[in-house]
């Protein structure tokens, strides 16, 4: 048998891990019901509008994707960082910022506690995403979420590590000095799955006024042109009104026909793409490095 071969403390980490990746599937079991919900009507309502769905589900490119959906939510993400991650910032928080923890929201009623959590949530995103676009070092991180070239609802998950990290740790101080243990009743859950989804599919749907609350998929996908005039706007997550009330909103120019960064430097692997940000890095850094100087020889006489 396999196990008879491996060490014992190999078996012993596989086992933790089995066991705790049950318990956490069994929690993320809503966000897979979630995602193939959307995704099966999605997929009926292309075929039925004969969008190019063919190409776009059956690319390389899609399935990537979806190991970026499974990675984040299969529990190596969580068993492997998060939790560890989580764990040493609380305990920092305990040990030297004890004031933080002031619980705001302990008194609210739920519904209350659910809208301000999303509307923080929404803004803290919203300038996240803002600063990873302006500080060329995050962008080699975030422009693997660019990268795609053909969308689709799953693109929402496409987010190298570090990129989905940030988020997670800026999230972390208002979750602290809020309080977390917030409950999200089931249909909010699905309708906000549903608009996130939504935003990397193709459709040429605005919301009509609506989309001066939500963000639309033209709104996103303006986002994801390879047109330098447009992917600087519309960094809103949930709701579009951010990028209107911050000046960065882009509500005239139609639906780009491009998706994706010009040139398409970023590989079509999951490994390429995790190694990507820091070569990338690398060169820049190598790049803005002062050139050796030259060695100029003495000058002879005047002839
Ligand atoms: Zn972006
Ligand atoms: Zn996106």
Redesign the pocket.
């Known amino acids: 048998m396999i196990s008879d071969l491996l060490p014992s403390a190999v078996l012993n980490g596989l086992t933790w891990f089995a066991s705790r990746a049950e318990a956490y599937l069994a929690l993320t079991l809503r966000d897979y019901a979630k995602l193939g919900l959307v995704l099966a009507v999605t997929i009926v309502l292309e075929i039925a509008a004969r969008k190019n769905w063919r190409v776009r589900y059956g690319s390389r490119n899609f399935r990537i994707d979806l190991l970026y959906f499974v990675f984040y939510y299969g529990g190596f993400y969580h068993l492997f960082l998060f939790v560890w991650m989580y764990k040493a910032l609380h305990g920092l928080v305990v040990a030297y910022a004890p004031w933080m923890q002031l619980n705001l929201m302990a008194s609210m009623p739920p519904v209350l506690q659910m809208l301000t959590i999303i509307m923080v949530s929404d803004f803290v995103g919203y300038w996240n995403h803002r600063w990873k676009h302006s500080n060329r070092f995050l962008w080699a991180f975030h422009s693997i ?1 660019h990268s795609q070239t053909k969308l689709t609802i799953v ?2 998950h496409r987010f190298h590590v570090v990129d989905e990290t940030l988020l997670r740790l800026w999230l972390f101080i208002p979750f602290q000095i809020l309080g977390t243990g917030v409950a999200m009743w089931l249909w909010l859950d699905f309708l906000m799955a549903w608009v996130l989804y939504l ?2 599919s193709e459709w040429n749907w605005t919301y009509g006024r609506l989309g001066r609350v939500l963000v639309s998929p033209v709104f ?1 996908r303006k ?2 042109a390879k047109d330098e005039r447009l992917y600087n706007s519309n960094f809103s997550m949930l709701f579009s009104f951010w990028d209107d009330w911050f000046g960065t909103a882009e509500r005239v120019l139609p639906p780009p026909a491009e998706h994706g960064i010009e040139g398409d430097p970023v590989p079509e692997s999951w490994l390429g793409q995790l190694a990507y940000p820091f070569v990338e890095i690398a060169r820049e850094l190598r790049r803005s490095r002062p050139a050796p100087r030259a060695v100029v020889p003495p000058l002879g006489p005047a002839e």
């Open positions: 979420h693109s929402n935003q990397h996103h986002h994801h």
